[in-house]
T-cell receptor, first 113, second 115 residues
Framework: GAGVSQTPSNKVTEKGKYVELRCDPI?????LYWYRQSLGQGPEFLIY????????DSGLPNDRFFAVRPEGSVSTLKIQRTERGDSAVYLC???????????FGPGTRLTVL | AQSVSQHNHHVILSEAASLELGCNYS??????LFWYVQYPGQHLQLLLK??????LVKGIKGFEAEFIKSKFSFNLRKPSVQWSDTAEYFC?????????????FGSGTRLQVQP
């Protein structure tokens, strides 16, 4: 595809449930980033990957959040025991390398009831 | 840790007015600077970027930004706005000399252009 894609576009879940959010980066992009955007705020960094490994996961808020990128392409952000405060738009971005500009996907809007 | 401040939260302009959106960052070392735009219902798109060289950077759609290192600023400008420029604008920074590539964003400025 031409751009970064994210699925689902919307996810509604109940407090305490587990969710997975998927990101397909631009083909050939080795770096992949996850951000979270709350209403009225700019995106906040969560984690980024160079290839298959997490290069920096310092933005993950706690151990309920985890992300993988097993084959160096698609990435999944996993949230356990969701809380209402996790409600936000989760953005994925990719770049050709760590030193190029990041291209963003449309985001997944997560609502925790 | 670095931070980014966008002091204008909501700006309302008439078409053909000039635009300047403020952006200040806190880090004292070498930075890479970006402006992203989010049009209604669309995803974040890169407007322009500064890595090095000429501090006056030209981007898409007639936007430009000037990096003033002494003021820790990277203000966005456009001489004459159009109704289609209505969007939210985000300034962002990465710290070049630590190797950390995560973007730190400001809280955004919502621009409303009235016809």
């Amino acid at each position: 595809g031409a751009g970064v894609s994210q699925t689902p576009s919307n996810k509604v879940t109940e407090k305490g449930k587990y969710v997975e959010l998927r990101c397909d980066p631009i083909s050939g992009h080795t770096a992949l980033y996850w951000y979270r955007q709350s209403l009225g705020q700019g995106p906040e960094f969560l984690i980024y990957f160079q290839g298959t490994g997490a290069a920096d996961d310092s933005g993950l808020p706690n151990d309920r959040f985890f992300a993988v990128r097993p084959e160096g392409s698609v990435s999944t952000l996993k949230i356990q025991r969701t809380e209402r405060g996790d409600s936000a738009v989760y953005l994925c971005a990719s770049s050709f390398s760590l030193y190029n500009e990041q291209f963003f996907g449309p985001g997944t809007r997560l609502t925790v009831l | 840790a670095q931070s980014v401040s966008q002091h204008n939260h909501h700006v309302i302009l008439s078409e053909a007015a000039s635009l300047e959106l403020g952006c200040n960052y806190s880090y004292g070392g070498t930075v890479n600077l970006f402006w992203y735009v989010q049009y209604p219902g669309q995803h974040l798109q890169l407007l322009l970027k500064y890595f090095s060289g000429d501090p006056l950077v030209k981007g898409i759609k007639g936007f430009e930004a000037e990096f003033i290192k002494s003021k820790f600023s990277f203000n966005l400008r456009k001489p004459s706005v159009q109704w289609s420029d209505t969007a939210e604008y985000f300034c962002a920074v990465t710290v070049a000399d630590t190797g950390r590539r995560a973007l730190t964003f400001g809280s955004g400025t919502r621009l409303q252009v009235q016809p």
